[in-house]
């Protein structure tokens, strides 16, 4: 077990009224799985990965990682999860435009401390492994859609994370270059002795039926979780 939630409510005050994104959500998210959350707007995903991401806190209920309940972390204690614990995979990408691919993925090795040779060295290793060691240099406006998520999953890797995130990964992508990242998501998810879990929050019902597991959300809560139909990477 990676994650655990149990009874969690999260609640929002939108103009005069109180809306409640999630409403008693209960799920168990393994290591070594490539979870898929899927549901109409407004159902709670976003949601669901913000707290599962320390972004933000529920109201009530346990949200438990390896055992240790982050519900209740402080902002610092939030912040200091997220560099070391969980990487971060977005629709936009959020690259530094300025910063060329490898100083865009050792940007958390630096926040973190480690000397900038040692973190140039694993950001380019890791740019090797999603295929882009010859891109180390380019910036984000000298790569394609599909290269600029292929440095934002190296980022996400960069400090070994237990748990990787992901938001629409595809959403910006043609259906080919969405499968290749479908398929480095699901190798970083079974990847061998690294018990590592992948969420996945997507309108993309084939990329979510990719996946190990599909988690429907509706109405802020858990309609549904199966296996899915079809399983993408073999790790190694």
Known sequence: MTVELSDVVREYRIGGGL??????????LGAGEFVSVVGPSGAGKSTLLHLLGALDS??????RFQGKEIGTLDDGQQSDFRLRRVGFVFQFFNLIPTMSAWENVAVPRLLAGVRLGRAKADAIALLDRVGLGDRADHRP??????????????????MD??????????????SVTGAAVMELLADVAHESGRDRTVVMVTHNLDAA??????VTI?????????????????GG
């Open 19 to 28: 809306v409640r994104a999630l409403d008693g959500v209960s799920l168990t």
């Open 58 to 63: 529920p109201d009530s209920g346990s949200i």
């Open 141 to 158: 406006s000298e790569m394609s859609g599909g290269q600029m998520q292929r440095v934002a999953l190296a980022r996400a890797l960069i």
């Open 161 to 174: 994370p237990t748990l990787i995130l992901a938001d629409e990964p595809t959403g910006n992508l043609d």
């Open 209 to 214: 039926e990719s996946t190990d597991r599909v």
């Open 218 to 234: 509706r109405d802020g809560r858990v309609g549904s979780d199966r296996p899915a139909t079809v399983r993408v990477g073999s």
